[in-house]
């Protein structure tokens, strides 16, 4: 998933939409078209690789609603976002739209987003308790459900049990401590080994880390607190990785490569689509790696990410809209996604099938949902998550403290939130 959630406040998004304006002849996809055949045509917007599958999904929706038709239009994420505020400014655009978790804040304050809220009685499938409630935190604008979980995916630890084992740990660590014990005995292997792999470009990393040790974020104000000596005390454990060579400050290794054979790097933090690309690409690894959930300091909160099905508020087809909505969020619908695309379901249902619960891999990702959480759904979100990857890059390279850093970012964080 890729979301790109520029900081827009009202004027400016406004302003963006009346600029959009002048382009609305580009559009494609009105939502007003019928089929020849008299049929109600509903255009959904499908982003990135996903959308490439979607029409075979579609296929099984027509079937069971033969008087409705599916046109399904692939949109790149990175051009998806200009595209969406021209149709939100012409008013014209698709009928069901693919959302990026993080988006759902700025083009719910357009009030672009069908709130769904009424109609969950008609279609059960939108009802917000089928749904883990990290994800559903992900749906919601103010008092509005204006998005429904299509799939989810959070981060869990991936291990090469073999390297572990021959390191003294017979399972994987339970705690920061083992962690970085586990870390530092693999990188004193020899020459070129690290521990684990960090990826200093995941937004998330770092946040992520200071909720497990009992960090807040932000208050109730939405003030920041990146400055508190809990918040500090993650980013300097993170930060040990680094400075005692446990992981690669520029390793520029594929990972996959890195986690087979010697195991350069046999430890990592990543999301379910690692599971198919190690299976893939590394069928040399079979029995000598698994997943398990992060290890806990005060707990074990992963990041939970996503898409999000919703509702143009423009849509001339709203029950035919709502339907393919309800279609595609059936468990059975799920699990057949998952088999096509390797994306996790979003519902709880479809987590208590056998395709899931035989699978060691994917059980993991399931009881790691359970301590799983969004990143603060707000429109500033991003440029005060990209302000921290500047600041801790400083910081692993041994430019500046957490503390003296983590107090900068702090003050630049404020500035962003108040823009």
């Keep these: 998933m890729k979301n790109w959630l520029p900081k827009l406040n009202k004027k400016l998004i406004v302003g963006s939409l009346a600029g959009a304006v002048l ?12 089929s020849g055949s008299g049929k109600t045509v509903i255009n959904v917007w499908g982003m990135g690789e996903e959308a490439k599958s979607l029409p075979k999904i579609a296929e099984a929706f027509e079937k069971e609603n033969p008087k409705i038709d599916v046109k399904v239009q692939a949109i790149p994420w990175e051009t998806a976002h200009d595209k969406l505020l021209t149709a939100v400014a012409a008013k014209k655009g698709p009928d069901v739209l693919q959302m990026g978790t993080t988006w759902i804040p700025e083009f719910g304050s357009a009030k672009a987003l069908l709130d769904l809220k ?7 499938e939108l009802d917000p308790s089928n749904y883990y409630a990290g994800s559903i935190e992900t749906t919601k604008y103010k008092n509005q459900t204006v998005g429904v979980p299509w799939y989810i995916d959070t981060r869990v630890l991936f291990y090469r049990t073999d390297l572990l084992k021959k390191a003294g740990f017979n399972e994987a660590p339970k705690t920061w401590e083992e962690l970085s014990a586990a870390a530092k005995k693999l990188s004193e292997r020899g020459k070129n080994k690290y521990g684990i792999s960090l990826d200093v470009k995941e937004q998330s990393l770092g946040f992520m880390f200071a909720r497990q040790n009992g960090a807040e ?8 607190h990146f400055n508190d000596p809990k918040f500090v005390e993650a980013v300097d454990y993170l930060n040990s990785f680094f400075k005692n060579g446990s992981a690669p400050k520029d ?14 790097l046999p430890m990592f933090i990543s999301g379910p689509w690692m599971v198919k690309l190690i299976n893939d690409q590394a069928p040399d690894l079979k029995g000598k790696w698994a997943t398990a959930v992060l290890p806990k300091k005060e707990n074990n909160l992963s990041a939970l990410g996503g898409s999000n099905l919703s509702v143009f508020q423009y849509t001339k087809h709203k029950d035919a809209s709502l339907k393919f909505l309800a279609f595609m969020n059936k468990p059975e619908t799920q ?5 096509m695309t390797n994306s996790l379901p979003s519902t709880k249902k479809a987590w208590e ?4 619960k035989d699978n060691k891999f994917y059980t993991t990702f399931g009881e790691q949902m359970k301590d799983s959480k969004p990143m603060p759904v707000i429109k500033q979100w991003e440029p005060v998550a990209q302000e921290y990857l500047s600041s801790f890059e400083k910081i692993y390279r041994g430019q500046t403290t ?13 500035d962003l939130l108040n823009k």
């Design 353 to 356: 099938d056998q395709a899931l």
């Design 251 to 264: 390793a520029g290794i594929d990972i996959v490569q890195g986690f087979r054979g010697d195991g350069i």
């Design 23 to 34: 382009m609305s002849g580009a559009l494609t996809g009105c939502s007003s078209s019928t």
């Design 335 to 339: 699990l057949k996604w998952m088999n």
């Design 402 to 414: 957490p503390k003296k850093e983590m107090n900068e970012f702090n003050k630049k964080a404020e």
């Design 217 to 224: 974020l932000l208050d109730s104000q939405g003030k920041p």
């Design 118 to 124: 009424p109609y969950v009685k008609k279609y059960p």
